[in-house]
């Protein structure tokens, strides 16, 4: 290799590196303070860094926008996401998935709580490459949900008569209904309500295989929110 290609090979590595840390900090900014609050001067500001030089990372807001989006994405699986799925499929990977999406939002991963939940909320109504992929993303959610449900039914560990897309649909509706409520009252016993009630109809449905694999799966200790 010549010593340009070195050279353009480590200008990409640091361009690359730039920004990932223009992303984590937009992430955090937008879950805050929403995603048009999210602007090339307000993170200029925020990294000490020119406007110049955040253009040649994102050529428009929109874009900008986008990024992020797919940024919170990938923090999501890391956190989330692959964590559960060191679980055994069944019940205790479905538990697991709820339980660990409870603690992402109360131990304070993203500044402003769920950003899905934040970002779902300011673009419902704005049509747009925003709006499509944040949906696109919650539907992925909902979806990893229901076939969470579906492999604990054929495993013998759910009822098979439960409808897995409601089920799913009420999972979800828990999990969101307490990041609302820790983020507009900063009540945690939310969080305590949520897994008791998730818990209540994973027990209703649960079979005689199913019951202990769930009685063994324990709630998970967040981290503090800083």
């Not at 602007?39 to 253009?55: P, Y």
């Not at 990938?74 to 499929?89: D, H």
Request: glycine letters at 8%.
């Amino acid at each position: 290799m010549t010593a340009a290609e070195l050279q353009a090979k480590g200008r990409k590595a640091q361009g690359e590196r730039t920004r990932k840390a223009i992303l984590e900090t937009a992430v955090h900014i937008a879950s805050a303070e929403g995603l048009e609050g999210l602007t090339i001067g307000r993170l200029a500001q925020e990294l000490s860094m020119s406007k110049s030089g955040l253009f040649a990372h994102f050529g428009s807001k929109e874009e900008l926008q986008v990024a992020t989006v797919e940024a919170a994405r990938e923090i999501f699986i890391r956190e989330v996401i692959k964590p559960a799925f060191e679980s055994t499929q069944g019940l205790q990977r479905l538990w697991k998935l709820c339980d660990i999406w409870l603690s992402y939002v109360q131990s304070g991963v993203f500044r402003g709580g769920c950003f899905f939940a934040a970002a779902a909320a300011e673009f419902d109504s704005r049509p747009g490459p925003v709006r499509d992929r944040i949906a696109e993303i919650m539907k992925e959610w909902l979806a990893t949900l229901r076939n969470g449900i579906i492999d604990a039914q054929e495993a013998g560990q759910l009822n098979k008569d439960v409808d897995a897309t409601q089920l799913a649909f009420e999972f979800n509706s828990l999990e969101l209904g307490a990041n609302w409520a820790f983020q507009l009252y900063d009540d945690p016993r939310a969080f305590k309500r949520a897994r008791e009630a998730i818990r209540e109809r994973l027990t209703r449905h649960a079979t005689a295989t199913g019951a202990p694999v769930l009685s063994a799966a324990k709630p998970r200790t967040a981290r503090a929110r800083s």
